[in-house]
């Protein structure tokens, strides 16, 4: 809780570092759920009874249980030294009983893991020795990490894009997205700026069914990192790979914005223009502050990876903003975060894990809520679908984002149905 406590110092307010509460709306793209991009692949996870729960009904909830099994470990396989003989053992048994032989296995390891300090290359020699043609490695879902520089979510990163082999050749025109697990929408501006630079073939996770179809992303000449958690995966995929990465984090913000799109172009010594995207943006900003009048908003870090930048673009064109929930501030969120302390005093900021959190909470609220952790702690009327800022990006997405608010400020919904069609679980 560094980042935290040097906000506290500066601005009089930080982020308490308590006993944690889970509201049934809490979730989203865990670590399993990031492994199953990885087309072909198959997950193994060694750990206690108790540590399984949450992948287990979250494959059941989501469609890929068929892809995830479990070995479970108790106190005398700890006690007994044989932990890693038990899963090259587990594999054995697993790969015997499987229908269709994955490409990769991933072998998930927990907490416990870290505690212990496993030797994985011993397990991992036996295993790629007895089965050459399937590829292993160990990915990990350690919560106690959380505030570390490879916290769970950025390690799964890496070891997705770590499974990327040398390509014989680089495709000069060809790019990739690293970090974002759900493709930027179709229509956004960034794919003319791309093509623009002169990357005409556009490479996601998402796009591949097989293995073998994934390694073309191993082939592009430039990766692009759009999310905070795929930065560490582009750096090791440059020093590994040689494929250089640009930074262009997603925002709300129109500066922060072209600044991107500028990034980009300087690679092909180019400029342009990017007064008609911004018209077409904060025409869509003003009428969606018209349809939705003074109607209470509270945005929430279940949505966004930016809920601080998103409240300073709203609360500048006259929203009504209310509250932020988000459990800390990233140090991408720093600036805005100082900006609605110092601007905007009638903002609260609440973290959504604090336990008592949950004693605010009311029922049917005249109230729009950006992600489904706000909507559940506020009891709000009205719920905009939005998880991780999926699709969204640039100019365009700040104009699909208003559609959003204007479309689900029309109808009361059903949080617990929104809840269990997407597929979240605690």
């Known amino acids: 809780m560094q980042l935290a406590k040097r906000i506290e110092n500066e601005l009089g307010c930080g982020f308490a570092d308590t006993v944690r509460y889970c509201s049934p709306s809490h979730g989203g793209w865990g670590v399993v759920r990031m492994g199953m991009l990885v087309p072909e692949s198959y997950q193994l996870f060694v750990c206690p009874f108790a540590c399984g729960r949450h992948g287990a009904i979250g494959a059941i909830m989501q469609g890929y249980k068929n892809r995830l099994s479990y070995l479970c470990i108790d106190e005398s396989d700890i006690v007994s030294g044989g932990y890693e003989q038990l899963i090259c053992e587990a594999v054995e048994e697993l790969f015997k009983q499987l229908i269709r032989r994955p490409k990769v296995l991933m072998i998930f390891v927990s907490c416990l893991d870290d505690l212990l300090g496993t030797d994985h ?3 991992l020699r036996v295993l790629r020795q007895r089965h050459s043609d399937v590829r292993f490695t160990v990915c990990h879902m350690n919560p106690i990490t959380l505030d570390s520089k490879i916290p769970p979510q950025v390690n799964i990163q890496c070891k997705m894009y770590g499974l990327l082999e ?27 700026i791309l093509s623009a630079a002169g990357y005409t073939d556009i490479l996601h996770i998402s796009d591949y069914d097989t293995f073998s179809d994934y390694q073309k992303m191993a082939g592009v000449s430039v990766n692009i990192v759009p999310s905070p958690i795929g930065l560490a995966a582009a750096s090791e995929t440059k020093d590994r790979l040689g494929i250089d990465y640009v930074y262009v984090p997603l925002s709300y913000d129109f500066e922060e914005i072209e600044a991107s799109y500028e990034t980009i172009l300087s690679r092909a010594d180019l400029s342009i223009n990017f007064e008609t995207y911004k018209q077409k943006a904060t025409d869509a900003i003003s009428s969606a502050r018209s349809q939705l009048g003074g109607l209470p908003l509270v945005i929430d870090s279940s949505a966004t990876v930016r809920p601080f930048t998103l409240a300073k673009l709203l609360y500048s064109y006259g929203f009504n903003v209310e509250a932020v929930y988000s459990q800390q501030c990233i140090a991408l969120e720093c600036e805005s975060y100082r900006w609605i302390r110092e601007n905007a005093p009638t903002i609260k900021i609440v973290q959504p894990e604090h336990p008592r959190s949950p004693l605010m909470r009311r029922h049917d609220r005249e109230c729009l809520a950006i992600g489904f952790e706000g909507a559940y702690l506020t009891g709000a009327k009205y719920v905009t679908n939005l998880v991780n800022d999926e699709t969204l990006y640039g100019y365009h997405g700040i104009e699909k984002l208003m559609d959003m608010l204007v479309a689900s400020s029309r109808r009361s919904v059903d949080l617990l149905a929104l809840i269990e069609e997407y597929g979240l679980v605690v």
């Open 121 to 123: 290359e011993s397990f």
């Open 166 to 192: 040398p390509a014989k050749s680089k495709q000069k025109n060809a790019a990739a997205f690293y970090g974002n697990n759900v493709g930027i929408d179709k229509n956004s501006e960034i794919y003319e």
